[in-house]
């Protein structure tokens, strides 16, 4: 079953994560944390993420999940190593997030693993 979650929706504030703004807008609730969208992430037995930019988008969206889940969801997180790459000239902050995601108990996989 898909569910599209779309961002970036006010274009007065940046939209790195998918599940909230770096800055909440207090006038414009789809700016702030999408409850909705983490509950039905904890349902799932399994979460496999791609997308661009493990740099930044992914980076964040991941962070701010993570910080929602606890430690018994943040388990369920496997970050498709081959479907992600960082902003060139970024890598480092990408190699840094896998570094603290693994430290979360995140895993890391290929896409032919599936």
Do not use: W
């Amino acid at each position: 079953m898909v569910d599209f979650v779309t961002k970036g929706s006010n274009p007065f504030t940046e939209h790195y994560s998918v599940v909230r703004a770096d800055v909440v807008d207090p006038t414009d609730p789809t700016t702030d944390i999408n409850m909705g969208f983490i509950r039905r992430l904890q349902e799932a037995d399994e979460i496999l993420v791609g997308g661009q930019a493990l740099s930044h988008c992914v980076a964040n969206s991941i962070t701010d999940i993570a910080k929602e889940f606890g430690s018994e969801h943040t388990k369920k997180i496997v970050i498709l190593e081959d479907a992600c790459s960082a902003v060139p000239g970024f890598e480092s902050m990408a190699d840094d997030f896998m570094k603290s995601a693994k430290d979360l108990g995140i895993r890391f996989a290929k896409t032919t693993d599936f």
